[in-house]
T-cell receptor
Framework: AQTVTQSQPEMSVQEAETVTLSCTYDTSESDYYLFWYKQPPSRQMILVIRQEAYKQQNATENRFSVNFQKAAKSFSLKISDSQLGDAAMYFCAYRSALSGANSKLTFGKGITLSVRP | EAQVTQNPRYLITVTGKKLTVTCSQNMNHEYMSWYRQDPGLGLRQIYYSMNVEVTDKGDVPEGYKVSRKEKRNFPLILESPSPNQTSLYFC?????????????FGSGTRLTVV
């Protein structure tokens, strides 16, 4: 079974600075997808960024980028130019790419990010 | 607007009183799933459905039932709720099974069982 580990329960960043949220995962599969979700106080789950395991290139979405290290099974999220609206809980998640499998997302425990003005 | 609609948003009930949380999506997604979110545990899958009349257990199915009679609807049923089912529940849907799609989540149901 796959597991996702987010070892830092909380982090804080100064507005306009850069912060990196860590995530590691364990799997025996070679093809899979990785995601970062944001959950603001409204509790809505918002997809931030996604990465295909067979792609070497790290995904980027505006101020959000990932550092995907497949061999190390690491998938960290970098937020540049942090804004007050980035304050939220962030979840790292794994999804198998096996055809016909339960397409469940396996989530980490989440990290609460606060942004200091 | 493409969305997953969950109702109710908040629910307080008493132990043993049957309840249903509804979930509906308008994106023609095959895959739907229920999760519960608890502090320090992240989100855990309760049940999932890969298509109409096809449902299966996730990681924490005890005390829950689901049905998928229509593609768009996937209700979560608690036949005899207990206080340990107090949680934040999310319904989610997705296209296909093995493709690079994130989920579309509902807005969550905060359930309290007293």
């Amino acid at each position: 079974a796959q597991t996702v580990t987010q070892s830092q329960p909380e982090m804080s960043v100064q507005e306009a600075e850069t912060v990196t949220l860590s995530c590691t995962y364990d799997t025996s599969e070679s093809d899979y997808y990785l995601f970062w979700y944001k959950q603001p106080p409204s509790r809505q789950m918002i997809l931030v960024i996604r990465q295909e395991a067979y792609k070497q290139q790290n995904a980027t979405e505006n101020r959000f980028s990932v550092n995907f290290q497949k061999a190390a099974k690491s998938f960290s999220l970098k937020i540049s130019d942090s804004q007050l609206g980035d304050a939220a809980m962030y979840f790292c998640a794994y999804r198998s790419a096996l055809s016909g499998a339960n397409s469940k997302l396996t989530f980490g425990k989440g990290i609460t990010l606060s942004v200091r003005p | 607007e493409a969305q997953v609609t969950q109702n109710p948003r908040y629910l307080i009930t008493v132990t043993g009183k049957k309840l249903t949380v509804t979930c509906s999506q308008n994106m023609n997604h095959e895959y739907m799933s229920w999760y519960r979110q608890d502090p320090g545990l992240g989100l855990r899958q309760i049940y999932y459905s890969m298509n109409v009349e096809v449902t299966d257990k996730g990681d924490v199915p005890e005390g829950y039932k689901v049905s998928r009679k229509e593609k768009r609807n996937f209700p979560l049923i608690l036949e005899s709720p207990s206080p340990n089912q107090t949680s934040l529940y999310f319904c989610a849907s997705s296209l296909g099974g093995s493709q690079l799609y994130g989920y579309t989540f509902g807005s969550g149901t905060r359930l309290t069982v007293v």
